[in-house]
């Protein structure tokens, strides 16, 4: 249970999987400062409890698990000191700004607050909805209408973005 | 979290066929529209679109280099720390056993006497040895998955979530005490951010078991203390995820008790050592 060697597995994992938890976080969180310091967090908490991942399913699905309910924790500690605060939230952007927007993580960033993490579940972590559902904590039906929200605003702005590149 | 661009049902219905989400009948109906009806088939190109340029955005997103002192903090991260001592392991290691002769003596002639007694007791009822020991191998399990089943029920009903409120704890403690027959204080856990919300009654493998039902902050995440007169398999502190719900488990000589909470909940083992002492 508390061997080093299980220890160095996870810390093996988690490097290895940080591309992907550093991209969840940032659908979560908005900024990259946040994403960070999110995902710093994680995985310092998934070291401290590694011995509830019993390596039954996806390891993604516990982490994903855990960042989301750190990110939950976070905005309340916020809501507490910073009542007038809140953090960055996503707002709807249009067409035409998205085609000003550098890189993919602004035009990620573009997309309403909660949708980008549903879709990045489903289309690219490939899980199912139910098991995407319960990592960020929501009723499936509800997943399932953000997932094609998500998929109807990507279409509006995919022509943009391809003008843009050409 | 509410999505902004609102989308039909039919637009649903296509989404989760994308995903192979819909049921057989669903399918055949969804497939039956693509061909015959131009609309249907429109919306399907622009979900597809809509999916593609996603996957190509994320994946832009994979390329961008990582912060340097992220990994570093990682790979250095300081080992897991295993300090928090449930009551069992606590009790065990303050327990000094030093009999006298006179003690010795008097155990070994009860022990005499109860081993001839249980002795006689099985070989008048030979079959029934056999059948006691599957059940008891089977009980704890059951428990606690009954437990686990009883917590995602309620914790996904969040108007229905207590049979008695928080307003009206000396009930509480009159109603769980007669209906488990274990004796009882709810414990203030609000050190842990934990606000006790009220209490309800149900069966676990046939026993009836108390159920303090706690929320942590505004929106609620539910952490949950039940206690049951189930005596499990063994009386080490258990920890164990079972359905995406984290369970720590400890046992007196009077009852078992269980920390029960998302998967996700880091600090269940110091909950319940909190707990422990308070219950």
């Known amino acids: 249970m508390n061997n080093p060697t299980q220890t160095m597995d996870i810390r093996r994992d988690l490097v290895a999987l940080l591309p992907r938890l550093r991209r969840f976080a940032l659908t979560l969180a908005g900024t990259a400062e946040d994403a960070d310091r999110l995902v710093r967090e994680v995985c310092s908490r998934a070291i401290q409890k ?8 996806r390891i993604e699905s516990w982490l994903f698990s855990l960042m989301r309910t750190a990110w939950s924790d976070e905005i309340k500690k916020r809501r507490k000191t910073q009542p007038s605060s809140t953090p960055k939230a996503q707002g709807v952007v249009s067409s035409a700004e998205i085609s000003t927007m550098a890189t993919s993580d602004q035009i990620l960033l573009s997309l309403p607050s909660g949708l980008a993490s549903v879709f990045l579940l ?36 995919a022509p943009e973005a391809s003008e843009r590149r050409a | 979290m509410k999505a902004s661009a609102s ?20 399918r055949q109906e969804i497939e039956a529209l693509l061909v015959n009806e131009p609309q249907a088939r429109a919306l399907h190109d ?16 994979m390329k961008e280099p990582l912060p340097l002192e992220l990994v570093r903090t990682i790979k250095n991260a300081p080992l897991p720390r295993r300090a928090i001592r449930l009551p069992d392991d606590k009790k065990r290691q303050s327990l000094s056993f030093k009999p006298s002769r006179t003690q010795a003596l008097v155990a070994c002639i009860l022990s005499l006497c109860l081993g001839g007694g249980i002795g006689y007791a099985l070989g008048t009822q030979p079959g029934s040895t056999r059948l006691g020991g599957s059940e008891v191998q089977l009980d704890s399990r059951d428990w606690l998955d009954d437990v686990v089943a009883h917590y995602r029920l309620y914790t996904r009903l ?6 008695i409120g928080a307003d009206r704890p000396g009930d509480i403690l009159a109603w769980l005490t ?8 709810i414990p203030d856990l609000s050190q842990s951010g934990l606000t006790f919300a009220g209490a309800r009654l ?14 942590r902050g505004d929106e609620g995440e539910i952490i949950a203390i039940t206690f049951s007169k189930t005596r499990p398999d063994t009386n080490k502190p258990v920890e164990d995820i079972r359905a995406d719900t984290g369970l ?23 909950i319940a050592a909190k707990a422990a002492g308070l219950i």
């Open chain 1, 50 to 57: 590694s011995h509830h991942w019993k390596g039954e399913g």
């Open chain 1, 122 to 157: 489903v289309d690219v972590e490939a899980f199912a909805y139910g098991e995407a559902a319960a990592i960020l904590g929501i009723p499936e039906q509800a997943f399932a209408e953000r997932l094609c929200s998500a998929r109807l605003r990507l279409s509006e702005i």
């Open chain 2, 7 to 26: 989308s039909s049902a039919l637009e649903q219905r296509i989404s989760a066929f994308l995903d192979g989400e819909a049921n057989e009948h669903e």
């Open chain 2, 46 to 61: 622009n979900l597809k679109r809509g999916t593609d340029y996603g996957r190509r955005v994320f994946d832009d997103a």
């Open chain 2, 158 to 163: 969040p108007d229905r979530l207590v049979e």
């Open chain 2, 178 to 185: 007669t209906g488990t027959g274990i004796a009882f204080r």
């Open chain 2, 202 to 215: 149900f069966t676990a493998d046939n026993r009836p078991s108390g159920l303090l039902l706690y929320r």
């Open chain 2, 248 to 270: 720590v488990s400890w046992s007196t000589p009077l009852a078992t008790y269980v920390v029960v909470g998302p998967s996700s909940a880091a600090d269940l083992d110091e």
